[in-house]
Nanobody
Framework: QVQLVESGGGLAQPGGSLRLSCAAS????????MSWARQAPGKGLEWVSG????????YYADSVKGRFTISRDNAKNTLYLQMNSLKPEDTALYYC??????WGIGPYDYWGQGTQVTVSS
């Protein structure tokens, strides 16, 4: 069965960095676009970033553009999110999501359980 397991969250200071990982199994990882989304306390789900199946194209929400970098290692079945220049407003539960095709951003058919990122001094 499809499994998406996020890791790498934790506590970071404003201006700091974290790298999230999403280990995928149960499907042909290299055949599907993937995304990261987040949900801050008391707020709705926000799409953060997406990447095509072969990594040829990446997309970012305006709120993270220039600070976050999405990447993937298809040989390791792993999705990454490098987060730099973190801000308190980046505090959220971060999810990885599997797209339904090779290209495009969404829709999604599977989600991980999430990893908590807290940015605070």
């Amino acid at each position: 069965q499809v499994q998406l397991v996020e890791s790498g969250g934790g506590l970071a200071q404003p201006g700091g960095s974290l790298r999230l990982s999403c280990a995928a199994s149960g499907f042909t990882f290299s055949s599907y676009a993937m995304s990261w989304a987040r949900q801050a306390p008391g707020k709705g789900l926000e799409w953060v970033s997406g990447i095509y199946s072969d990594g040829s194209d990446t997309y970012y929400a305006d709120s993270v553009k220039g600070r976050f970098t999405i990447s993937r290692d298809n040989a390791k079945n792993t999705l990454y999110l490098q987060m730099n220049s973190l801000k308190p407003e980046d505090t959220a539960l971060y999810y990885c999501a599997k797209g339904v095709g090779r290209w495009g951003i969404g829709p999604y058919d599977y989600w991980g359980q999430g990893t908590q990122v807290t940015v605070s001094s």
